[in-house]
C-alpha cells in the first residue's frame, strides 16, 4: 500500500521535501498555517522573515537532485549573481567603495526572492497528482507511536482557533520553522537535548528603490556591506532594479535611536553613501519605525527523528543567524540528505531516520557556529589588511597549487557540497599549517637579515633574506603537502 507522508510547513523547505516525497510515489499531503502567498488577496508573509536572500551551491544542489528536470532552472531565472561583497568605508575621511571577490575562479551566490522561490516550488507540487496542499491549517498535536495528528482549520485569521480535525500518515516530516510545532511534540516522543540562544543583535529591513533613471543605484552584481562592528547595514539585489538593505544592532543600540530619533545621523555617521543616496532621510525615518525591528535566534537540538514516523527539517531542527547565508541552503540540503538515506534503506525507515540524524547533526551544529561566528567577518575583519592578506595567500594556493587541494572556509561552505563538520576540520588544519608557516617565515626572514647585516652590511642582508625565503618557500611547500 502507498505510504502516506504528511509535511508540515509549506516553506522552502517543507515544499522541497514534499516534492522529493512526491516524485518517490508517496502519497503526499502538506499542511501550512498560512494561506497561499500565490494568492493576491493572501495577506502578505510575515515579516519576520526576510525578503530576499542567497542561493548558492547547496541549496542549488538540493533542487537539481529532486529529480524534475525543470525546477532548478526555474528557480534560477530569478536570480541575480552577486561575484564578492562591495565594502563600504570611509578612509582619512574620504568615502571609499572597495570590491571583494567571494572566490579565486569566479564563482558567486545568487540573490532571490524568497517569495518567489517559495511560488515555484508550490506550482511544481501542485502539479504532481499525489499531492495535496492544505493551506490555513495548523498543527496542534501529534501522538507518533500511533501515527495520528491534529490540524485546525483556521478560517478567518491565522490567530483564531477554528475545528480541529486528526488525520493518519506514515511519516511526518516537520518543516514547520524555528518555532515548530512538529519539534514541540517529538520531544515528548525523544529524549531530545535543546539549546536555544537569542543574540544580541536585532534586524529591520529598508527598501532601497531604482535611481531615477530605472537604473539600480549601486552596482547590483554584490552584496553590499558597511561594516562598523557593533553593527552593519548590508544590501541584496532584487530583480526590479531595488535592493532589499537590512540593518544589524545591537538591542541596546536600538533603543538608543529610538530614544534620540537620531536614526539619520546614525546613518549618516555609521553608514557614508546611504542617505540620501539610497534612501531619501523620511523614508529611512520612515521605514525604521514602521518595519519590525526582529530578534534572532539560534536553535541546536538532537535527535531530529523518533522511529520511523517523525522527522525534522530546516529552521525546525537547526534555525541560525544569518551570517553565513545558510539557513535555507542548509534546510535544503537536509532533504537531499534525508531521502538519500530512505532511498537507501528502502524497506527500514527507522535506520534511514537514524542515519539522517547521526550525519546530519554534527554538520547542522557546525554550520550554526560557524554563522555565528562569521558576522565577525562581515561586520569587522573583511575591513583588516591582514584578514585580505591571508584570503590573499589562502587564494593563490587554491589557484596556483590545485594538487594541494586547498581552498577558503568561505568557498567551502558555500560553493561545495562538503559535508559542514568536515568543512571546519579542513579549515583548522589549514589554519594550523598557515600559522606555522607564517612564524616560520617570519621567524627565519628577520633572524637571516641581522645574522647577513651583522656579517656583511646591507647587501649581503638583502641577499641573505632572499635565499632564506626561497628556503622558505621550499619547505612551505614540503609542510603542505605533509
Ligand atoms: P520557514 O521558512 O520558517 O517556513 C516554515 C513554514 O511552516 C511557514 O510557512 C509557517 O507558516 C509554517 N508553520 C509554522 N508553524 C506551523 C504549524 N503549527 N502548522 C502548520 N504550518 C506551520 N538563509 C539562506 O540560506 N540565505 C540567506 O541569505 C538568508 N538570509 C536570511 C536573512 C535573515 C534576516 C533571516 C532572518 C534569515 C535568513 N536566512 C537565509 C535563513 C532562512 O530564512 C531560513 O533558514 C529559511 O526560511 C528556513 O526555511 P524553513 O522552510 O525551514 O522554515
Redesign the pocket.
Known sequence: MTQKVVV????????LAALYAAVRGFEVEV????SD?RDPNTTP??F???I?????ER?IHSLRKTGLSDLADAVLAGTIPMHGRMIHTRKNGDYVRQPQLYDARGRS?L?MD?TGL?KTLLDHLEAMPNVKLIFN????GVDFRKKIAW?EHRTKS?EEQGDEFEIEFDLMIG????????RYHLMKFVPMSFQQEYIDKL?C?FHVPPAPNGDFRIPPNYLHIWPQDESMFIA?PNLDKTFTS?LFLTRSGFEELDASGKVVEYFEQKFPGVVPDLVPEDELRKQYTSNQH?P?ISIKCTPYHYGDSGVI?????H????F?????????EDVRVLFDFIDQYPNDRSTALTKYTEERTPDAQTINDLALGNYREMASDVKKPLYLLRKWIEEQLYLYVPSLGWATQYSRVTFSNMRYSEVQQAAQRQAKILNSVVGLALASVIGSGLWFARAGGIHQAKMGVLRTVCVVAQRVQKLVES
Not at 8 to 15: C, D, H, L, T, Y
Not at 137 to 140: D, E, F, G, R, S
Not at 313 to 317: N, S, V
Open positions: 508540515v510547513g509549506a516553506g522552502p523547505v517543507g515544499s499542511y501550512e498555517l498560512r502567498l508573509l510575515n519576520s522573515k526576510s530576499n536572500l542567497a542561493l548558492s541549496g551566490l540573490a524568497r517559495n491549517h495548523k498543527l496542534v490540524f491565522i518543516a514547520d520553522g524555528a518555532h515548530s510545532a512538529v534586524w529591513q541584496l537590512t526582529l534572532l527539517l530546516g529552521d525546525a531542527a534555525a541560525m543567524v544569518p553565513y547565508g545558510q539557513g535555507m541552503n542548509a534546510g535544503l
